[in-house]
């Protein structure tokens, strides 16, 4: 059964256009996390949930939004996609922070095109 | 600050060769260390992890043992399969913020 669903696995947009993906978890987890993952690179963590507590990563542009309105939905917001975000966008869970004891449970992923 | 540093593939085998793919690692502390595969149009899967020095990590046939004295984490399997063939990356975490480092990843083709 799956425990982390990203919905839509692709998405096409266009340049400019806001675009909203979306993940949810049947896992219960305190922490949900997103990723940004290009061509042939290692993901990037954008920022994470811990509970209803947003932790943006320094790094991450301010394009980038999310929303979390419940334990098992959050949503990653991109303001006006431009074409360098088109990437992978993982999400993943873990019952509590991961320093090592817990684990991370990753989503299939959605595969964003921007034209 | 942490980095992970995972040999250069693509790395392509035959059936029943055995694999190893290098980790090393640069973390202050003692960070916990991990191993995750990703099958082509997927997320990624923990494949093993290792909380401290010494610990060996092992799952469906492949290991690794957390080295302290030379920073690595290389994961080995002795007899790889077609289904193997997949991209995998080492990664780290000591911060206990969910902030994992991940190597860029190494692609494993299995040929029959």
């Known amino acids: 059964d799956a425990m982390v669903i990203q919905n839509p696995r692709y998405q096409v947009t266009q340049f400019g256009k806001p675009v909203t993906l979306s993940c949810s978890q049947t896992l219960n987890h305190n922490v949900m996390y997103w990723y940004q993952q290009k061509s042939s690179q290692a993901p990037k963590l954008l920022f994470h949930y811990y509970d209803k507590d947003f932790n943006n990563e320094a790094d991450t542009p301010d394009n980038f939004q999310s929303r979390r309105p419940n334990t098992s939905f959050c949503f990653l917001d991109i303001r006006s996609p431009g074409l360098g975000d088109a990437a992978m966008y993982l999400c993943?869970?873990?019952?509590?922070?991961?320093?090592?004891?817990?684990?991370?449970?990753f989503g299939p992923g959605t595969r964003l095109t921007v034209l | 600050g942490n980095s992970v540093t995972q040999m250069e593939g693509p790395v392509t085998l035959s059936e029943e060769a055995f694999l190893t793919i290098n980790c090393t690692y640069t973390a202050t502390g003692y960070p916990s260390l991990f191993w995750y595969v990703q099958y082509p149009g997927e997320g990624l899967q923990l494949l093993l992890k290792?909380?401290?020095?010494?610990d060996k990590g092992s799952n469906k046939g492949f290991e690794a043992t957390y080295r302290k004295e030379t920073t690595s984490f290389h994961l080995e399997k002795g007899s790889v399969q077609v289904s193997d063939s997949a991209v995998y990356f080492c990664?780290?975490?000591?911060?206990?913020?969910?902030?994992?480092?991940f190597g860029d990843g190494t692609t494993l083709t299995v040929k029959p």
């Open positions: 290792a909380t401290k020095a010494d």
């Open positions: 990664a780290l975490d000591n911060t206990n913020a969910g902030k994992s480092t």
């Open positions: 993943a869970t873990s019952r509590d922070l991961a320093g090592g004891t817990d684990t991370q449970y």
